[in-house]
C-alpha cells in the first residue's frame, strides 16, 4: 500500500499535479485515500496510470464545466468597460456642473472596482479550470472479503459511466 501510494504521487508530480489531501491508515487492511490536482490536459493519462496502481474495484469521475461562470464573468468585464468608456466621455465634456462631476467620477470609480473583482474572480475560475480534481482510494486486499460477482447490470452500468467519462474528456 505505501509503495502503490507513493507510486501514485510520483505519478501526479510528473504530469504536473499536486496533492491537495492525504489520508493513509492500516489495521487488518489498509486504506489510502488521496485527493490530486492534475491539469486537465493530463486527466486521462493520469486515470490510465494509476489503473497500473493494482485492479479498479470502483471509479467514479467527475468534470465540472466552468465554461459558463467564464462566459457570465467576460460578458460582464465587457459591459463594465463600456460603462467606463461612457462615463469618461461624459466626463470629458467640460461645462459638467461639479455636482454632475462628481456623481458621474463616483460612479466610473465603482464600475472600476467591480471591474478589478471581476478580473479576479475570472483568474480564479480560470485556474481552477486548469486543473482537475481526482479522489483516489487503494486498499489492500482484505482476507476475510469475498468480492460480488458483479451483476449484467452493474456491468452494463460501468460501460456507461466509462463512455461518458471518455466523452467528457474528449470535450475537455
Known sequence: LSDATQQALRITRDLGGYLVTASYATTDSGVSSLTLRVPTANVQ???MRYSDLGKI???QIQIDDLQGQVDELTKRENA???QIARLSARLAAPDLSAETR???EARRDAARSELARV???TAQVNAEARYATIQLTLQTSESSTVVPVPSRFDN???????ILAVEAMVVL
Open 80 to 82: 463594465l468597460r463600456v
Open 119 to 121: 478580473r479576479v474572480a
Open 156 to 162: 452494463a452500468v460501468d460501460r456507461a459511466v466509462e
Open 102 to 104: 462628481a456623481t458621474l
Open 45 to 47: 493519462q493520469a486515470i
Open 57 to 59: 474495484v470502483g471509479q
